[in-house]
């Protein structure tokens, strides 16, 4: 099984669940996190006083997948998340050992 | 019809209005985010609703009689008012007391009830309990009033009235899930906060403008709704700082509130200082009164028992102690009042025996039992018929997605969604 | 100068100035945390700039003349008031009116208007709509005023006003992005409740402190008031329920709006039992009304249109049938209000024929034409010179960084940062 | 005894004690979450403490005397009162500004100050700092203000003095640990704007209130705190536009209660155009004033020497020159006010000379001095016995948990918690 | 050593919690999540508008833990968070190159 | 490429940020999120009732880096993230089998 985790533009998450969606994905998981990055951040002002934002709201996507899914499912997710701005976010990859489903402990890509 | 009086009134009767949304934030931040929504509805629809029949039939019902029974309908529907006197006046301020009275009970229900059973329970109650009561208590010639027993702005027919009928709702309803072993914090301590200054700023049209002039009863009224608010708040910190360690922000809240429900009954009654004593005492006595719920194992959750009921019941009875009409320039027996048939006598530490506590007791109990029975059969009807208690899956979810349809906070700072119409 | 009157209508002055702060929370509840100090802002400038605005020159122009069309310079500057007279009371109460006015309109641009173009917007919108139309309105001598339109609080010229003018806004303003595919649910519904609150409690003052004084027609203002917010929540509830199988927050406190709005013009004109029943429709009309916008394709994004303009029209056409100054003490057709100028006739359910309600038609479809022309003229203006829109970046960014350099929440409990001056 | 007066006053009682939980969330969203109760349980502390310490002692000694320094305690325990005429009411309602004013200083001290100290701090100050200056300032026979130094609601005895001792407490505190390098932004701006609201609202009773009438004064008075809240609103605005590029929702906020404080000693003596004035020059210093903290390096968190020791004086000192009692109808330099005592003369615009604007630099000449002297004294002597500071550690970890045993926020939506007891 | 994450429903922290410090388990962290799949959401209505809601709130719980611990630790978890309810959610493991605790630059098991 | 986590306390998120900036990372994602752990929590009273709450909030950082700099990245983080009193917190490091940037498609080192 392989991890499949993504960094995206808040209002990208709903084209990017729909494309997943489109190819099968049954599953996935999402957080509200905040990035660091070229993209820079913004200022704000309180009383006067600057302050310098470095971090920007960004959604992180998680979802475990087939290995041989992986390609298909990446592409998708580029497809559906760029934007062609700067910040448009980052995917990677990790391996998983073993994937089990709570409700009955089912393992592997039943699991999914 | 006096100007002064008109603007009094009136102002005091928004103020009183604004109080039922209060006790909606007052609720609602003590809640889970889950259940916020539902508890803000379960007020704001005591507010919609209760109004519209107390001016259709409500009012009439509970005031306007001769007898010591109930009222009659020759207000109903609004009609028979004389807008160049002070009854249209009386009416309407008395309307925003009819709304939250119900609303009261909502603390207690909280997390678990079915909205649809809510519904119908509000208007049914007022009916059955609140209008009865209240003419007993308050109508010039309400049999508890007319024997001599004393309530200013309240706290018999509605503190007391509506604390044991949310025992009674809850014995039906039963515990949440959970319940005593897990608890579930505070989601939002600022809306807690929020809701106790907007009700501790409406109280004073509550209880000052229950005499229904700006005159100098008023002006006590006033003074004691702020001393024993204040007294009570700071006692109830003093409890947590020796027994827990620390003054909490949720201590000062209920103390002040617990201030405002005991002076509720008394506030027309005592002086200042008198006031103060009262407040302390509510304060101390409510305090530990909000953890006798899990000795017995009843789930009071937000706990209007512990602070309406017996916040009401304290205030109450100590008028049998504490009241000096005397001292606040009212012919003592004579009929005095704004209509002129109220029997003002003095409190045991004043002079004038043990007559006026045996009728606080009288009044009170009476209220406890009418009140208790016709509200317990009431719920156990509901809850044969319609039921009252949501699913346990509606529970888990929440009840704002599975009453309501809706969540009270989105916090995704720009995630827009799919409108599917 | 009656002490009485006078503090009835300061006190309802500093309920309504509350109001335009309730109308932030109401609106700002709604938009996505990444936009909801742009509406705070487009709120609160209203209440910075319009009364200052009011008082140089407004108020005089509003309400100073002899003539039908409009005021004069004689009471700019605040000149010329007598302090031992209601007319300066009359001024600042007034002044309250003007300045939440506009405020309503920001309902409809929300998410996606220049704050610089508001800032421009609001003080010119000030002038060359909202002074004339009240003078017409409003004005002792203004012309549809004295052919015998009735608006006792301002129906007409405040709401049906201000939702035109909304309507010509949106158009020039053009979409959100993502509209109406995408919505975006509101960030704090606890907001928009503190904000209904605020509002109802403040309307009291708005409609009960437009008789200008505390006497019996300011009773009847009053209980009008809370009984059509309460049958037009009921009534949204009721189709909720019928039509989405749910009751929700945002329904009752819509409902209660709309109910507010419809009562505004005819509070002072109609019975107790008029004011439900206007409630009542007015809170079924708004409730399929907030709709329409989808498919005529304007996006009012928080449906000033489907509430304010609907609903003041309701209220504003139903004076026609329902208005019955007769019952209400007031010598019809006789010279009456404050200014002794008033002509109240009876509306076509009470006698009076159609005359009143062609007269509330011709004042509405007035105030709709000129508004709406002259509007649509002032933001084609502004569009063409400054620029009405925020770019789409700063759309999708948020309207607080961009166009105030602030975020409304930092949630995170304890990081603290680099201050750069 | 009128009805009206006793109506205005005391609805204007009401207003201002909802002024205090008003300026803990206008506080409170300025701190972080991990601080925001403690900044709640401040201000709420202020209200419950204060208020009883007033009625038993506090007023008869601030204004029960026929010396130029300090009252009696004729009127302690609220014995001898008469119900039948105003007295009692004033008593009241001064409870309120008794109860803010120790509120104010709680916006410097925010973040790091221990509970335990602040508890001792607020009665003790009262005592100390506020009943002499009250005395000197306000009571008929005050010495200051029988020189003839003008302050109508509370610029010099209120504004200046918790401003000036709000510096003397941080001294002795010491800076937040990593401040000025880093800075904590506002976790909640919609409550921060809620406060705004809140403020602006009470304080129509809190200037307008302290005429103790519903006369032409109160009018004006309430007037001059609309425009001068107003323009100085719009003054910080422009200020903010021209300097930053931005137009803040905290700089509007920030100007609005920089304008109230500014006409709170002149709202009773200046006429509106006086009011914009003074609210535009309020608005303009205040913006420079609260940055000044940087450069001396004392850490003021929420600006209250900004904005309250700052817009008191100028306010204050700008009497000196805007005061026109005479086109306010007062006989000049006669015994005017509500106690007849009132001296007023013109100001130096208005052809009084320098005589007025020396009283007033002399009188918050000698509040400054006073007020800081005493204050330090009494902070050092607190942090020398039970110490003023909270633990390094516990200023990380956070004041709600550490000094309070809770947290503001629970979001988890649904995450239940084992109950301990 | 392995990382051990899991998606749970969120009124089950407490219980999971309870369960892995019975078996030993000393640290994890925990996050706020939304998760998307079988489960479904709900609908949210706003004045007559619906919306979809696809994404339910979860817990996502993290432990690094020591390789011979993990099967313990997994099933332990799996029959705390379990409810048999669809949307009980997913535990994964993942491998781990090296754990430092920040305190102590201990490595390995004892920065667990 | 390798991922770096760190969990951290809150107070630390600028320092370290300045820090990784300084080495020469230009990109990281954080998230918050509550921790478990040795230092344990603290107890909450509400109308008299305690609840013992065992989760502290914490910062997650996580930043997909070149392999031949995991060494210097994590010794700079620990150093900026420390205390010394316990809380400090975690860092572990997992292998990542590719990374994208989702607006350029680039991969690997580029991608970062
Ligand atoms: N090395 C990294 N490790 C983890 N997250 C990263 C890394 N670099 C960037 N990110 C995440 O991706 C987001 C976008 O990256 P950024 O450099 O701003 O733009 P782009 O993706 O177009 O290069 C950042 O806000 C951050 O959340
Ligand atoms: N492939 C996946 N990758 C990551 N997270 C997943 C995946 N599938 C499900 N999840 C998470 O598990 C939760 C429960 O999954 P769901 O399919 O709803 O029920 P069940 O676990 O009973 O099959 C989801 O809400 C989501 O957070
Ligand atoms: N085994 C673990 N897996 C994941 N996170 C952990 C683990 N142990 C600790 N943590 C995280 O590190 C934080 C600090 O750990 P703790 O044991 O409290 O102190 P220290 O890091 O000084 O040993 C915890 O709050 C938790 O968020």
Redesign the interface.
């Known amino acids: 099984m392989k991890l499949i985790t993504a960094i995206i533009k808040p209002f990208k998450v709903d084209d990017v669940k729909t494309a997943l969606k489109g190819i099968g994905v049954v599953g996935l998981t999402l957080t509200e996190v905040q990035g660091f990055g070229r993209q820079g951040g913004h200022t704000e002002t309180f009383r006067g006083s600057e302050y310098q934002i470095d971090f920007v709201p960004k959604v992180k996507i998680e979802a475990v997948v087939r290995p041989e899914d992986v390609d298909r499912i990446v592409e998708a997710l580029v497809d559906a998340a760029r934007t062609d701005k700067i910040g448009d976010g980052k995917v990677w990859v990790t391996d998983v050992d073993m994937v089990i489903r709570i409700r009955t402990g089912e393992r592997g890509s039943d699991a999914l | 019809?006096?100007?002064?009086?008109?603007?009094?009134v009136?102002?005091c009767?928004?103020?009183v209005?604004?109080m039922?949304?209060?006790l909606?934030?007052f609720y609602?931040g003590m809640v889970?985010?889950?259940n916020?929504?539902n508890m803000?509805?379960m007020n704001?629809?005591c507010?919609?609703?209760v109004?519209?029949l107390w001016?259709v039939v409500g009012y009439s019902l509970a005031f306007n009689g001769t007898g010591g029974w109930l009222g009659n309908f020759d207000k109903a529907?609004?009609r028979g008012f004389d807008?160049?006197g002070m009854e249209?006046?009386v009416?309407?301020f008395l309307?925003t007391f009819a709304a939250i009275t119900p609303a009261l009970i909502a603390g207690a229900v909280a997390d678990r009830m079915k909205?649809a059973a809510w519904?119908i329970f509000v208007p049914l109650w007022s009916l059955v309990v609140y209008v009865p009561v209240t003419y007993w208590v308050f109508a010039p010639h309400g049999w508890l009033r007319a024997r001599g027993s004393l309530d200013f702005a309240g706290g018999t027919s509605i503190h007391v009235n509506a604390g044991i009928a949310a025992l009674a709702v809850v014995l039906v309803l039963g515990k949440r899930r959970?319940w005593?072993?897990?608890?579930?914090?505070?989601?939002?301590?600022?809306?807690v906060?929020?809701g106790?200054?907007?009700l501790?700023?409406g109280w004073?049209?509550f209880n000052?403008g229950s005499e229904l002039?700006?005159?100098?009863?008023?002006?006590?009224a006033?003074?004691n709704t702020?001393?024993a608010?204040?007294?009570a708040?700071?006692a109830w910190?003093l409890v947590?700082r020796v027994?827990?360690?620390?003054?909490?922000?949720?201590?000062?809240?209920?103390?002040?509130v617990a201030g405002l429900v005991a002076i509720t009954p008394a506030c027309g009654f005592v002086?200042?200082?008198s006031s103060?004593a009262i407040g302390l005492i509510a304060g101390v006595i409510c305090?530990f009164a909000?953890?006798v719920k899990?000795r017995f194992g009843y789930d009071d959750a937000l706990?209007v028992i512990?602070v309406h009921l017996v916040g009401g019941l304290v205030g109450s009875v100590l008028i049998g102690f504490f009241a000096d009409p005397a001292a606040?320039?009212y012919p003592p027996g004579k009929g005095v009042g704004a209509d002129g048939l109220l029997r003002a006598s003095q409190g045991l530490f004043f002079g004038g025996g043990g007559g006026l506590l045996a009728e606080q007791l009288l009044a009170n109990g009476v209220v406890l039992v009418f009140s208790f029975v016709v509200t317990f059969v009431l719920a156990k009807a509901l809850d044969a018929t319609i039921g009252l208690r949501s699913t346990e899956e509606d529970e888990?979810?929440?009840l704002d997605?599975t009453?309501?349809?809706?969540?009270?906070?989105?916090?995704?700072?720009?995630?827009?969604?799919?409108?599917?119409?």
């Not at chain 2, 005593?180 to 809306?191: D, I, Q, V, W, Y």
């Not at chain 2, 009453?403 to 119409?421: C, I, K, L, P």
């Open positions: 019809m006096d100007s002064g009086n008109v603007a009094w009136l102002i009767g928004a103020l209005l604004f039922t949304p209060g909606a934030f609602g889970r985010s889950k916020v929504l803000l509805m704001f629809w507010v919609v609703v109004p519209l001016v529907f609004g807008f160049s249209p006046v009416m309407i309307a909205f519904a959970g005593p072993k897990e608890g579930a914090p505070p989601h939002s301590m600022p809306l906060m929020l106790t200054g907007i501790w700023f004073f049209g000052a002039a700006a005159d100098g009863v008023a002006v006590q006033f003074i702020f001393l608010a204040a007294a708040g700071l910190c947590e027994r827990d360690g620390h003054i909490t922000s949720l201590g000062v809240a209920s103390g002040i002086t200042s200082m103060i305090c909000v953890r899990f706990d512990g606040l320039g888990v979810v929440g997605v009453q309501h349809g809706e969540a009270a906070y989105h916090s995704g700072s720009d995630r827009s969604m799919d409108r599917t119409f």
